[in-house]
């Protein structure tokens, strides 16, 4: 079927139009769920069967300093920054702006389909919208908050956004910028060793050496530069670390840990190959079959499920391979779990306090695990230690200091920002 010329489109415009109204749903759906390269290449050959009509924005944010964060909102993350710049920092109203990615979305105050978020109407609402109303912008992952209005990443908008006065922030999520040669070369475990896995790595590669150079030139002119988790200061050396943020009432719990006979392990991985699950279950499997423990693998639970998901755990793996920790380890020790997991020295080092995950590698899990269980006193007290932990830097008021100086145009201070080095 010919979609690219000007006949052939009209054919297939009525085509779609003669669909009936189940089969029209499927194609909506299915173009919402297609990756964003695939959609970059058809959307513009491709029309849409109706006209999607974008959801109804929210009221704009009121006060002197109004904040975007947009447009990723990775594991709900961009909801949380907001809400923490708003708890905090007096004077801040914040928005948070997504498009939609995924089957389950996470909290934002406004997000679009992907055939909204891609139209040309719709974007240059979306700049009006932007520069009329908000005094600062956190573009995350450096996608563009705009949609691909100025480009494919958010390079094109940033010199329009700052052109109209807007303060500027970028915030490196992970795949932006993490260098996968740099990785595993300071990092034994690193992902990026596997031979299997070698084209992918050979994209991310380019993509980070693409998005990076943009980062550091950005940096360099004096623009402000996060990462939300430590491990990417090795690929953005002076940026600043804005911790991830956890809501510790949703996560809080009454459930004992290590005091039925056969502890629960749970592992939950976003990416299994980024994870590690199969090291994971190579370690775990042998001592759930053996009645060691009992082994939960949980994957595409919404996210209101999870808390009671955690809760029900004595212990959750995290990841052995990143050599850091990020959203998930948080939500486990906020849920007062004993959190295992590979966090390399340096990583630690820059978390500036004692980092309550027990350490553990492809090589040491099922050791790590069986000792555990043996010694669940030292289990205990990890949990012990994760809950104030996470109180600690992960429920905000850390990130909304770290946000502070750039929000409030004062001056920073160690004491307001984690490890940066």
């Not at 908000?134 to 908050?145: D, G, S, Y």
């Not at 490196?172 to 260098?179: A, E, F, Q």
């Not at 499920?305 to 212990?315: I, K, L, N, Y």
């Not at 779990?337 to 027990?358: K, Q, S, T």
Request: charge should be neutral; include cysteine.
């Amino acid at each position: 079927m010919d979609a690219g010329g000007g006949g052939g489109r009209s054919r297939f415009r009525e085509r779609l139009a003669a669909l009936s109204p189940e089969h029209k749903d499927r194609f909506r759906r299915l173009q919402r769920r297609l990756p964003s390269r695939v959609v970059d290449r058809l959307l513009p050959a491709v029309p849409t069967i109706e006209a999607v009509e974008p959801p109804p924005r929210p009221p704009v944010p009121s006060g002197s300093v109004r904040l975007l964060v947009a447009p990723a909102n990775f594991a709900g993350q961009g909801w949380e920054w907001a809400r923490a710049a708003e708890r905090y920092l007096p004077g801040v109203a914040a928005q948070c702006f997504a498009f939609e990615r995924e089957a389950m979305p996470y909290h934002a105050d406004y997000s679009v389909p992907v055939a909204v978020y891609r139209s040309q109407e719709w974007m240059r609402e979306q700049e009006r919208y932007v520069v009329e109303h908000f005094t600062h912008v956190l573009i995350e992952a450096m996608r563009p908050v705009l949609g691909p209005l100025y480009g494919g990443d958010a390079s094109g908008e940033v010199p329009v956004l700052s052109g109209h006065g807007l303060a500027v922030a970028l915030l490196c999520h992970g795949s932006d910028v993490r260098l996968p040669s740099r990785h595993s070369r300071l990092y034994a475990w690193s992902p990026f060793h596997d031979p299997g896995w070698a084209a992918e790595v050979a994209g991310l590669e380019k993509q980070a050496l693409r998005l990076g150079r943009f980062v550091r030139a950005y940096q360099q002119a004096g623009g402000r530069v996060y990462v939300s988790t430590p491990d990417l200061l090795d690929d953005v050396p002076g940026a600043t670390w804005l911790p991830v943020v956890v809501e510790m009432d949703r996560w809080r719990n009454e459930a004992p840990v290590l005091q039925r006979p056969v502890p629960v392990v749970v592992h939950a991985p976003s990416h299994s190959r980024i994870k590690g699950t199969e090291a994971v279950e190579a370690a775990l499997l042998p001592l759930h079959d053996r009645g060691v423990i009992e082994y939960r693998r949980i994957e595409r639970l919404a996210p209101q499920a999870m808390p009671e998901a955690f809760a029900s755990a004595d212990a959750v793996v995290d990841q052995l391979r990143l050599g850091s920790y990020g959203v998930a380890a948080c939500e486990a020790m906020a849920a007062g779990r004993v959190v295992v997991g590979h966090v390399d020295e340096r990583v630690r080092a820059r978390v500036g306090r004692r980092l309550p995950i027990i350490e553990a590698t492809p090589a040491t899990l099922a050791d790590t695990i069986t000792d555990l269980v043996r010694d669940r006193d030292r289990g205990r007290g990890a949990a012990t230690e994760s809950v104030p932990f996470v109180q600690d830097l992960h429920d905000g008021r850390r990130s909304a200091a770290v946000l502070g100086p750039w929000l409030m145009g004062e001056p920073s201070s160690e004491a307001d920002e984690p490890g940066q080095k």
